[in-house]
T-cell receptor, first 112, second 112 residues
Framework: GENVEQHPSTLSVQEGDSAVIKCTYS??????FPWYKQELGKGPQLIID?????GEKKDQRIAVTLNKTAKHFSLHITETQPEDSAVYFC???????????FGKGTKLTVNP | NAGVTQTPKFRVLKTGQSMTLLCAQD?????MYWYRQDPGMGLRLIHY???????AKGEVPDGYNVSRLKKQNFLLGLESAAPSQTSVYFC???????????FGPGTRLLVL
């Protein structure tokens, strides 16, 4: 089955710096890669996703890149702000599967 | 449109007691999921359902049962709670036409 590894488990940056979180997956059939943000005491919320027919996707300060050959994808947050502090999860899924497999999460702290 | 709701928000159980967690969604989604979240373990799938009257096992199903008698509701039962089931439980749902899962706010369960 699919296995998703996520690094780092914790990340601390200064406000205004960039943050990068990386994930690798094992199943070459996976073609859908979402990123979720979980604020303290709340449920995860989708912030961006990418499909395997696209190499990069941007949404304002957030971008995701995908390298299908290497089976890894990354979340990039630029100009970080204190409200970006949260736990971020990557996940992988395929059109033929009902399930997503999640990474273990990265706790991002943005220091003012 | 409330999205995905979960009841209760918090519960304390004694070892051996039983309880049912309720998930409800008003988005007419076909698929529903139960996850548990433990520190450093990410989100692990317990059971899921691809439609009314259907259920399937996920990664960590032991000690839990589920039922999907109505399309909008997905119940997670613990017949005899154990301290190892202390966790935060999240429900999610999605439509059959897209992979994006929408999460509820979570239920925090403490088993003493």
């Amino acid at each position: 089955g699919e296995n998703v590894e996520q690094h780092p488990s914790t990340l601390s940056v200064q406000e205004g710096d960039s943050a990068v979180i990386k994930c690798t997956y094992s199943d070459s059939a996976s073609n859908y890669f979402p990123w979720y943000k979980q604020e303290l005491g709340k449920g995860p919320q989708l912030i961006i996703d990418i499909r395997s027919n696209v190499g990069e996707k941007k949404d304002q300060r957030i971008a995701v890149t995908l390298n299908k050959t290497a089976k890894h994808f990354s979340l990039h947050i630029t100009e970080t702000q204190p409200e970006d502090s949260a736990v971020y999860f990557c996940a992988a899924g395929s059109g033929g599967s009902e399930k997503l497999v999640f990474g273990k999460g990265t706790k991002l702290t943005v220091n003012p | 449109n409330a999205g995905v709701t979960q009841t209760p928000k918090f519960r304390v159980l004694k070892t051996g007691q039983s309880m049912t967690l309720l998930c409800a969604q008003d988005m007419n989604h076909e698929y529903m999921y139960w996850y548990r979240q433990d520190p450093g373990m990410g989100l692990r799938l317990i059971h899921y359902s691809v439609g009314e009257g259907t259920t399937a096992k996920g990664e960590v199903p032991d000690g839990y049962n589920v039922s999907r008698l109505k399309k909008q509701n997905f119940l997670l039962g613990l017949e005899s709670a154990a301290p190892s089931q202390t966790s935060v439980y999240f429900c999610a749902s999605r439509t059959s036409g897209a992979e994006t899962q929408y999460f509820g706010p979570g239920t925090r369960l403490l088993v003493l």
